[in-house]
């Protein structure tokens, strides 16, 4: 079992930034793939940006240029750095991870709230 915890979250104004941080436990992190996802009220969950267990990153068009997510192998641990915020990037944010070459849904932490203020 692969449990994922997030935090960093909260209230920021916006143009400023934050960093969430992704702690995963329970398995080997590094034959992971991982993604942040965010879920505004009223609005499907969607993906924000993805980094493979290799290190190779993609993003949302909505969030190219403004977050960066990284991960450090050595602390369990997947950043997602979110820069320029905007209201609209107000959302619960949440970690997932799933398992190089495993057919599955994945792991999911319980997300972390972040609150853009105009």
């Known amino acids: 079992q692969v449990q994922l915890v997030e935090s960093g979250g909260g209230l920021v104004q916006a143009g400023g930034s934050l960093r969430l941080s992704c702690a995963a436990s329970g398995s080997i992190f590094s034959l992971f793939h991982m993604d942040w996802y965010r879920q505004a009220p009223g609005k499907q969950r969607e993906l924000v940006a993805h980094?493979?267990?290799?290190?190779?990153?993609n993003y949302a068009d909505s969030v190219k240029g403004r977050f960066t997510i990284s991960r450090d192998n050595a602390k369990n641990t997947v950043y997602l750095q979110m820069n320029s915020l905007k209201p609209e990037d107000t959302a619960v944010y949440y970690c997932h991870g799933q398992r190089v070459g495993v057919v599955s849904a994945g792991y999911w932490g319980q997300g972390t709230q972040v609150t853009v203020s105009s």
């Open positions: 980094i493979t267990s290799g290190g190779n990153t």
